[in-house]
């Protein structure tokens, strides 16, 4: 009976543990997917970003390598309360702090009202969805530390097969992203100490040619 009835809260606390690490997957490729949309206007329809938009961008990855850090920790070993806190506040700290910068950019094109800048989505410009994301990020890491004892992956051996390859295809997603955005962030000031802030076009190759 003793026995039963304490494998029961193990195996829920196993389940809750995966859940949580699964959702730091979510989270970092949700963000990276964010950045992956804002390249599909850049590359597909040719609306090169501004400083800020890059900026958002920038505090993304920031944002994303909170819950990176635990997935990179949960390979290696146990993950304690202080490395899922650490994580999580990584990201809600850059997510509060990349709202700044799309609030901002939110209200120069509302007070004075105007078109707005480049593109819209169902509406609304990239930047809007920027501040949603942010705000929907911020939300998400607060949910994860109120939840840290239930939700924290502890031990190594309790993450799957599937979450321990998952966990290097995550990592490379990510890293893939920051080195793309920094080349694309390369590509559009060239060798120039500024960027324009309506860029019509890739500085580098204009500096080359």
Request: charged share 5%; aromatic share 12%; proline share 6%.
């Amino acid at each position: 009976m003793t026995s039963t009835t304490t494998l029961a809260p193990a195996r829920t606390a196993g389940l809750s543990n995966r859940l949580g690490l699964w959702f730091a997957h979510a989270y970092v490729l949700g963000m990276c997917a964010t950045i992956g949309g804002a390249y599909v206007f850049q590359f597909g329809l040719w609306e090169y970003p501004c400083p800020m938009c890059l900026l958002q961008r920038m505090f993304m990855l920031l944002s994303a390598v909170g819950p990176a850090m635990i997935v990179a920790r949960s390979r290696r070993g146990p993950v304690t309360t202080a490395d899922f806190a650490s994580g999580w506040g990584v990201a809600i700290v850059s997510a509060l702090i990349g709202s700044t910068v799309s609030g901002a950019q939110v209200l120069m094109h509302i007070v004075p009202p105007d078109p707005g800048y480049a593109g819209a989505l169902f509406g609304l410009h990239l930047y809007t969805w920027a501040a949603i994301t942010f705000g929907l990020a911020v939300l998400a890491g607060a949910v994860n530390l109120a939840l840290a004892h239930s939700a924290q992956p502890l031990d190594a051996a309790q993450t799957s097969p599937a979450l321990r390859r998952a966990a290097g295809f995550t990592l490379a997603v990510l890293v893939f992203f920051a080195v793309s955005n920094l080349l694309a962030c390369f590509f559009l000031q060239g060798f120039h100490w500024q960027m324009p802030g309506d860029p019509t076009g890739y500085q580098l190759f204009t500096d080359l040619l």
